[in-house]
């Protein structure tokens, strides 16, 4: 028979084994702030993946005639709960063998309950955001910033002062004219050089009675002076592509397709325009196209000699592809080691984001994932 001392001795163990095993119960599953962090950065990486795979799809859809679909996320909800029990007990004489008389355990559950809402793009607030036209002060503000104004031009422009960009569903000039990528190509060298400059003015107008509103603005090109023969030359080109003064160093932009002496008209293209410019340059399976699933790919002209975003297809695809979907039987993805279409292509989500209207009252589809 165990003795005293033995017994307070086990007695002592089980209550340090309980102690021990609520205190790691409490650090391990404790909702410490860097389950926050966690939480922040997985769901906004995975929201963003799940954008560009909807983007994709809906190129790919474009591309065999399908009409395309937006689900816009407007609510992610995640809610936590713990539950911790500990129990012991023992027993001062034991009735069977000397290991019966200790008892214990404990037990946690931490549940996890994500709620995901989604609204789908239709009607008015589906037409401001791909139908309309991007305005071009909007475009040019982007390049502004930085963003190559040629990937800007291809995506967001279908002509310039008569030069067209490649059109979808056009059985003459699909390809567009050789002068338009020139153009485009020379701007971006201008841009490099920092000799390309865009100019938003905002002027106040008067209004009825003594109030004053802004006008929507004016949009200048400014060529600065170039002391290098090169750069000059190059400059010398745009203006002439684009049927300006040689001398013209501040060009005012306007919206349309022909413009007044002096001026250069940017006839933009909605974001649907923008999602066909890839989907007509799409790679897609031969059988398809001799099928009459989807018509031939519209190849480059000129001094461009890829699409704007290379677009692949085959039956799989490869494990660490930059983002890829399937359609019907055939998988379309975006290698990770084309560095030149995914910087498109992220310019493309970033037009996509700035055309979305202000999200309205309309159908909502909550998922609970469990």
Request: proline share 6%; net charge negative; charged share 15%.
């Amino acid at each position: 028979m165990p003795t005293a001392e033995t017994r307070g001795a086990r007695r002592s163990t089980a209550a340090a084994v309980l102690i021990l095993g609520c205190g790691l119960l409490g650090g391990c599953l404790g909702l410490s702030p860097s389950r926050l962090d966690n939480d922040q950065l997985g769901y906004s990486q995975a929201l963003g993946d799940a954008d560009k795979r909807q983007t994709l799809l809906n190129v790919v859809r474009l591309r065999y005639g399908d009409s395309p679909t937006f689900l816009q996320a407007t609510q992610v909800i995640s809610a936590y709960q713990l539950q911790q029990n500990a129990t012991g007990g023992f027993e001062l004489l034991p009735a069977a063998s000397a290991g019966t008389f200790l008892t214990g355990g404990a037990t946690a559950q931490l549940q996890q309950s994500p709620t995901f809402t989604f609204q789908p793009l239709t009607g008015e607030q589906f037409a401001q955001s791909f139908i309309h036209p991007l305005p071009p002060a909007d475009l040019l503000s982007l390049a502004i910033g930085g963003l190559p104004i040629d990937v800007l031009f291809r995506l967001g422009v279908q002509s310039i002062n008569g030069l067209n960009n490649a059109s979808a569903l056009s059985d003459v000039n699909a390809s567009g004219s050789a002068e338009f990528f020139l153009l485009l190509y020379d701007l971006r060298r201008l841009q490099i050089a920092g000799l390309l400059s865009i100019t938003l003015q905002h002027e106040p107008v008067p209004a009825k009675g003594d109030q004053q509103h802004a006008d929507p603005g004016r949009v200048y090109l400014s060529l600065a002076p170039a002391t290098d023969p090169g750069q000059a030359a190059i400059a010398a080109e745009v203006r002439h592509l684009i049927g300006v003064p040689a001398t013209a160093s501040q060009i005012e932009v306007i919206y349309g397709r022909f413009a007044a002496k002096g001026q250069v008209a940017i006839f933009t293209r909605s974001m649907l325009g923008a999602l066909e410019q890839l989907a007509i340059q799409t790679d897609v399976p031969g059988s398809d196209v001799t099928g009459g699933r989807t018509q031939s790919t519209v190849g480059n002209i000129g001094v461009e000699h890829r699409p704007v975003v290379v677009i692949q297809s085959g039956a799989a695809a490869p494990p660490d592809a930059f983002t890829a979907v399937p359609y019907h039987q055939t998988w379309f993805w975006i290698a990770n080691d084309d560095f030149d279409s995914k910087l498109a292509y992220t310019v493309l989500q970033l037009l996509l984001a700035l055309s979305r209207a202000p999200s309205a009252p309309g159908t909502i589809v909550t998922i609970p994932a469990h």
